[in-house]
């Protein structure tokens, strides 16, 4: 079936710092991909999307390339603010799968001033 | 637009004890979907509906009932709450798209203990 493999966590920085956090899956035919941010308290806010081989998602300076050969899509930001500290999930979704969605366990940010 | 509402936002409940949580979308989806998220741990599906009229379980669906009531509105019940069901309950809704679904949009949750 379809799986998301995400690093695990947590994972601490100092401000200003360089992000990245590794997301691979597994699928038949040819899914969309996601990232979500969780901050403390609240529900899932979508933060990026691809639905593509080789699309680039941005938002609030992340990025996320979706690569089919390397069945990847790692979420990377340049320089991380203490704003940044929250949850991220990696998810994907395909009409061939039940249930639609899959999403990763999340990797939980800290970023330190 | 609201997007996706939840009722209540808390909730303590003694063991035994029924409720059901409400949740409503105005963005004209078909799919909704209830989660519980544990601390420290990712979401788990607990049942969904890909349309009006239907219902199908997830991942961890014992010890809960959903109705899609309409096309806006998707409740779960707890017939009979157990400890083990303290958790953070999100329902999202999406809509299909030409090769999948389109992003999910959640809720901001009801925090739920049963004592």
């Known amino acids: 079936g379809n799986s998301v493999t995400q690093m695990e966590g947590p994972v601490t920085l100092s401000e200003e710092a360089f992000l990245t956090i590794n997301c691979t899956y597994t699928a038949t035919g040819y899914p969309s991909l996601f990232w979500y941010v969780q901050y403390p308290g609240e529900g899932l806010q979508l933060l990026l999307k691809?639905?593509?081989?080789?699309d680039k998602g941005s938002n609030k300076g992340f990025e996320a390339t979706y690569r089919k050969e390397t069945t990847s899509f790692h979420l990377e930001k340049g320089s991380v603010q203490v704003s940044d500290s929250a949850v991220y999930f990696c998810?994907?979704?395909?009409?061939?799968?039940?249930?639609?969605?899959?999403f990763g366990p999340g990797t939980r940010l800290s970023v330190l001033p | 637009n609201a997007g996706v509402t939840q009722t209540p936002k808390f909730q303590v409940l003694k063991t035994g004890q029924s409720m059901t949580l409400q949740c409503a979308q105005d963005?004209?989806?078909?799919?909704m979907y209830w989660y519980r998220q544990d601390p420290g741990m990712g979401l788990r599906l607990i049942y969904y509906s890909a349309s009006e009229g239907t219902t199908d379980k997830g991942e961890v669906p014992n010890g809960y009932n959903v109705s899609r009531l309409n096309k806006r509105e998707f409740s779960l019940r707890l017939e009979s709450a157990a400890p083990s069901q303290t958790s953070v309950y999100f329902c999202?809704?999406?809509?299909?798209?030409?090769?999948?679904?389109?992003?999910?949009?959640f809720g901001p949750g009801t925090r739920l203990t049963v004592l």
């Open positions: 963005m004209n989806h078909n799919s």
């Open positions: 999202a809704s999406s809509e299909a798209s030409g090769q999948g679904y389109n992003e999910q949009f």
């Open positions: 691809a639905t593509k081989a080789d």
């Open positions: 998810a994907l979704s395909a009409y061939n799968y039940g249930q639609n969605f899959v």
